[in-house]
Structures are given as structure tokens and as C-alpha cells.
């Protein structure tokens, strides 16, 4: 059975940092493209990052550029979303997603599997 089982979130202060994990299972990491979105009380989904199945190329969404960083451990099955110098506006419920087609920040739909959500409370 094909899981993304995601861990890490929680409340930080202003400034804080976190770091999100998505554990893969059922199928092989290494074939697919990783994306984390987000999703903030009554707005819409939006894309985050995303990473390649090697992990060699990665691109973030501009709020996020030079905060958040993604990398993947193929060879145990996990990928990661560090974060650092968190606001406010970065909290929302955080997905992972895994496609074997192409991982668009500005399109979710194109993602096959999703994790159930992680919530990133940033608040003082």
C-alpha cells in the first residue's frame, strides 16, 4: 500500500525553526518528483518546493526562496522540508505529494499521492 506518512510540524515562535518529514512507503522514492504545498485557513493550496527524483534540482516558491530548503534521503525513503526564520503567513497545514510526471508549484492537481497534513502554527 503507497503511503506518505508526514511528521514535524507543531508551534514555533517568530524567527523559529522546524523541519518537516514525509516517509515514503510502498513504493521506490527514487521515481519520484517530491513536492510540499500548503494549504493557510481560508486560502487556496499553493506550492512550496519541489525536488527531482535525484534530488539534484529544487525550486521554491519566492516566499519561501532562501528560508526553506527540501532534500530527499532516497535510500531511506524520507524527504525533508527545513525551515528556518519562520513568520506569521507561514502558518498552514503542510502536504507532501509524490508524482512520477512533473512537480508545478502552481499546479497541485498534477501530484499523484498526498501525505495527510502537518500543521505549522508560527505565533508568538
Known amino acids: 500500500q503507497l503511503q506518505l506518512v508526514q511528521s514535524g510540524g507543531g508551534l514555533v515562535q517568530p524567527g523559529g525553526s522546524l523541519r518537516l518529514s514525509c516517509a515514503v512507503s510502498?513504493?521506490?522514492?527514487?521515481?519520484?518528483?517530491i513536492g510540499w504545498f500548503r494549504q493557510a485557513p481560508g486560502k487556496e493550496r499553493e506550492g512550496v518546493s519541489c525536488?527531482?527524483?535525484?534530488?539534484?534540482?529544487?525550486n521554491y516558491a519566492d516566499s519561501v526562496k532562501g528560508r526553506f530548503t527540501i532534500s530527499r534521503d532516497n535510500a531511506n525513503n524520507t524527504v525533508y522540508l527545513q525551515m528556518n526564520s519562520l513568520k506569521p503567513e507561514d502558518t498552514a497545514v503542510y502536504y507532501c505529494a509524490a508524482t512520477r510526471g512533473l512537480c508545478v508549484l502552481s499546479y497541485s492537481y498534477g501530484m499523484d499521492y498526498w501525505g495527510k497534513g502537518t500543521l505549522v502554527t508560527v505565533s508568538s
Open positions: 525536488i527531482s527524483a535525484s534530488g539534484g534540482n529544487t
Open positions: 510502498g513504493f521506490t522514492l527514487g521515481s519520484y518528483r
